[in-house]
């Protein structure tokens, strides 16, 4: 499988800026675009390249793509994802997985009965600065790591629909940047001003503790992403917008990496990992394999993200409990 055939649902603008642009530069093959506006499928595959449709299940039926990305509203997410993987189909869909944790676990659970890849877009997961920090956190035992601090902010949000909502449709890049980076997490305190400002306490299963500041009430433009790790003995790491990077191990520093953009969203995708989640997907089409933001990651993503949800509602301790797929 040289370049994998891929069949896209949705052309939406985030889509044509940050997924079909990559899809070639990834080495995929757009072979088909299903949006049921004709004029933006029409557009995109004139852009892009690919037969226009307005169903998708005629469009697999008729072009029989190594996978299928997913590019609509996160009210579409889990359906799709189901439909097109009951239908024989590997599928990418974009963040979150679902609009909430049990639509993400009966995802995940179509994907383990069928044997087909399901995976979500958390770029974070890609980008080359926390890929680093995962490596550098291998090298210590889980016990001496001690915690994880991020705070994340944008502009205003809505907060009336689920592509409107801070917490869900910003805040959930972190949120499963949290679980990617120091596992999965056993007890959650949040308390929030009017859901457009979280503060968020936790426990980790393997018994570090994290803090996360959340708040919508900043920019776009200037971006706030600043992640501090701390490890027992004088060993800690800062990550500044997903590229700017600062390790210091037995008090000394020992590696930084500034790269040549103001804003990781200026980047090629590797800083923001927009280019490298579809390398993945692509290269692990071709291999048979799974990603590392497959669908059973992105499930217990969504478990802790309604875990801060309801803790800062009732404004009492949470314990997260992710069930068995």
Not at 259 to 272: E, I, Q, R, V
């Amino acid at each position: 499988m040289a370049d994998p055939r891929l069949c896209l649902i949705g052309a939406g603008r985030l889509a044509s800026r940050r997924i079909y642009p990559y899809v070639g530069a990834a080495g995929g093959q757009i072979v088909g675009v299903c949006d049921l506006d004709a004029e933006k499928a029409e557009r995109n595959a004139r852009r892009f390249g690919g037969r226009v449709y307005q169903r998708f299940e005629a469009m697999l039926a008729a072009e029989q793509p190594e996978g299928v990305i997913v590019c609509v509203g996160p009210e579409g997410h889990a359906a799709l994802a189901r439909q097109v993987m009951e239908l024989g189909f590997p599928v990418y869909t974009e963040k979150p997985p679902a609009v909430t944790a049990a639509a993400a676990l009966e995802v995940a659970r179509v994907s383990r009965r069928t044997g087909l890849l399901c995976t979500t877009a958390f770029k974070k997961r890609y980008s080359a600065a926390y890929q680093r920090a995962r490596e550098w956190l291998a090298g210590f035992p889980e016990e001496r790591w001690q915690a994880l601090s991020i705070d994340y902010a944008s502009a205003r949000y809505a907060n009336q629909t689920p592509r409107d909502t801070f917490l869900l449709d910003f805040c959930i890049h972190v949120i499963d940047l949290t679980g990617y980076l120091f596992g999965d997490v056993a007890r959650v305190f949040a308390m929030t001003k009017d859901r457009h400002a979280y503060a968020i306490s936790l426990r980790f299963v393997n018994g570090a503790v994290g803090t996360l500041t959340l708040t919508d009430g900043r920019s776009f433009r200037v971006p706030t992403e600043e992640v501090e790790i701390t490890v027992e003995g004088g060993n800690f790491m800062t990550i500044r917008n997903s590229s700017r990077l600062r390790i210091t191990e037995d008090e000394r520093p020992c590696e930084w990496r500034e790269p040549p953009t103001f804003t990781s969203a200026g980047d090629s995708g590797l800083d923001t990992g927009h280019l490298a989640e579809i390398v993945d997907f692509l290269a692990a089409l071709r291999e048979g394999r799974t990603t590392r933001s497959n669908i059973f990651e992105s499930y217990k993503s969504m478990v802790l993200y309604e875990a801060i949800a309801e803790s800062a509602r009732t404004q009492t301790p949470v314990e997260v409990e992710y069930a068995e797929v």
